[in-house]
Nanobody
Framework: QVQLVESGGGLVQAGGSLRLSCAAS????????VGWFRQAPGKEREFVAG????????SYADSVKGRLTISRDNAKNTVSLQMNGLKSEDTAVYYC??????????????????WGQGTQVTVSS
């Protein structure tokens, strides 16, 4: 049974930092591309960041470039999202997702096969 479990969300003031983690089990994690998505109330789920199998290819939404950093540890089956300089518009439920594909992380949520339950990030201004 495949499981992706996010953690690390919470309430933070604008300008602050959070580190999200995604722990995977039940799949050969090292050959899965992982993406982070977020969804705010009334909005579509949007791509935030993604990372290839080896971690050599990363992608970021323009809105988070320079503030968020995605990384992975295949030995521990985890992917992390370091979030610095948080803004109120970053408030959303954050999801990690995985797909067995080659190359750069897909940018649309429909291309991912497995999803976590989400973790809430709230940034107060």
């Amino acid at each position: 049974q495949v499981q992706l479990v996010e953690s690390g969300g919470g309430l933070v003031q604008a300008g602050g930092s959070l580190r999200l983690s995604c722990a995977a089990s039940g799949l050969p994690f090292r050959i899965y591309v992982v993406g982070w998505f977020r969804q705010a109330p009334g909005k579509e789920r949007e791509f935030v960041a993604g990372i290839s199998w080896t971690g050599h290819i990363t992608s970021y939404a323009d809105s988070v470039k320079g503030r968020l950093t995605i990384s992975r540890d295949n030995a521990k089956n985890t992917v992390s999202l370091q979030m610095n300089g948080l803004k109120s518009e970053d408030t959303a439920v954050y999801y990690c997702a995985a797909v067995n594909t080659i190359g750069a992380p897909p940018l649309t949520y429909r291309e991912y096969d497995y999803w976590g339950q989400g973790t809430q990030v709230t940034v107060s201004s």
